[in-house]
């Protein structure tokens, strides 16, 4: 049976070389297709929580489970596959200066072995799905801020990814881009049942869309806030309507994992 717990954390500790934990026995337990919050002071530990998560770090003390893998019992290999369910968007948008748009967001899916009738696709509706079509042969230093990142996210999204880490999405953007984005994410919550983890210390968005939060603080993490109705969070936001092209982009991602 396959396990309901996504992401789990058993007396997780974790340091860079052999210093002061940043985080020190930390446990708990992440359910499919739960939508969080990460909160907490800059160098608290929220990085090293999703670099854990994502197995870019591997804990002192402890065991981390994915999607109900002990990654202490995993090789390299299989590591790898487990990562291959995930995407981090990062602050800095991680895009690649000298591809366009277009190849930035199909990386992934080449990478994956994805045929080139697909990939285009894929790759035409998610650009029009996140406001960017009419960019896809454009360089990212050509972009604003606001739509590197929503290149960022398409790049995520593409996989349709079953863990999505966000760290600091938000953090260069104004505050119409940041509800844009918030709207993405809450869609891709919804419609695919990804599981999200958002770093954020934008208040504004933590009052707005009531999802539970994770806070880093001395080293440990806790929990708060009751899990909310997610279309109620989403009717909250303010800003331009997405073009609906969700629903689309669902059924071409069937099968993605056997192209």
Request: charge should be positive; include cysteine; proline fraction near 3%.
């Amino acid at each position: 049976m396959e396990s309901k717990t996504t992401i789990s954390f058993a007396n997780v500790s974790a340091n860079y070389d052999h210093g002061d934990d940043v985080l020190s026995d930390v446990s708990f337990n992440i359910s499919n297709g739960a939508f969080y919050f990460l909160t907490g002071a800059s160098g608290a530990g929220k990085t090293t929580l999703l670099r854990l998560i994502y197995q870019l770090h591997a804990p002192t003390t402890g065991t981390i489970k994915l999607f109900g893998h002990d990654c202490t019992q995993l090789s390299r290999d299989e590591i790898s596959k487990l990562r291959q369910k995930m995407a981090i968007v990062f602050q800095e948008y991680s895009l690649i200066s000298h591809m366009t748009v277009f190849d930035n967001v199909a990386l992934p899916l080449r990478v994956r072995g994805v045929n080139n009738d697909k990939i285009k696709k894929l790759v035409t509706k998610t650009l029009e799905w996140v406001g960017l079509g009419k960019y896809a042969d454009a360089y990212p230093m050509e972009l604003s801020g606001g739509q590197q990142q929503r290149v960022s996210v398409a790049r995520a999204i593409i996989i349709q990814p079953a863990v999505l880490l966000a760290d600091e999405p938000t953090g260069n953007l104004d505050d119409e881009n940041a509800s844009r984005l918030m709207e993405l994410f809450i869609k891709m919550n919804k419609m695919f049942g990804t599981t999200i983890i958002l770093a954020t210390h934008n208040k504004k968005l933590l009052e707005t869309y009531k999802f539970p939060i994770i806070t880093v603080e001395n080293h440990h993490v806790a929990f708060s806030g009751a899990k909310t109705d997610q279309d109620a969070a989403a009717r909250k936001w303010k800003g331009p309507q997405p073009q609906n092209y969700f629903s689309e982009i669902s059924k071409q991602f069937e099968g993605i994992g056997k192209a």
